[in-house]
């Protein structure tokens, strides 16, 4: 999406940057991990189709990602290679006639789990998707064994929708109001938005 292109949102422990072509390779090698792929429910593709896709997220309309950088590390090494750990996305349904979104998180780095980054990345995600995509409604949808997914979206006060048996998969939903976003806004601690120098 053209809109996040140039753009970084600083967080108290991680940063989220844009997909660019230098991170492919490694977001590449991520995703040649069984466990990543079933998790995500995705395909595996060839380098040379991940940099096709790189483009897709960059171009299309309909999509808006980041990479998430553990701000520590980068603050240390300045090299975002070195620091990625993941990847959140915002898929927009252009068929509504509100700004209804599903919303993704990925932490790849396996010891970069369970230490509330993926927590603070969704949070700033959901944020940025109200401030700066207008969006009114957000989805989640998880794999039935994903538990920590599960937990961590009925923390953020999203509400079962419906199951799909067949896919394994349960919906999740979350209307933005006032309260919610009280309560969303209560619980980030830093949220800067800065251009992002290639």
Known sequence: M???ENVKIIGKNVILVPYERKHVEKYHNWMKDRELLELTASQPLSLQ?????QETWRNDEDKCTFLILDKFKYEQTQDEIESLIGDTNIFLYSNEEQRTSEIEIMIAEKDCRGK?????STLLML???IQYLKIVKYLAI????????????????FEEIKRIEVFKEITFGREVN???????NSEITTFEVEPYNK
């Open 142 to 157: 998880i794999k039935y064994h994903n538990d920590k997914s599960i937990n961590m979206f009925k923390k953020l006060h």
């Open 49 to 53: 189709e991940e940099y096709e896709m």
């Open 2 to 4: 053209k809109i996040n």
């Open 127 to 129: 944020n940025y998707g």
């Open 178 to 184: 006032e309260t919610w976003l009280q309560w969303l």
């Open 116 to 120: 509330k980054l993926g927590w603070e």
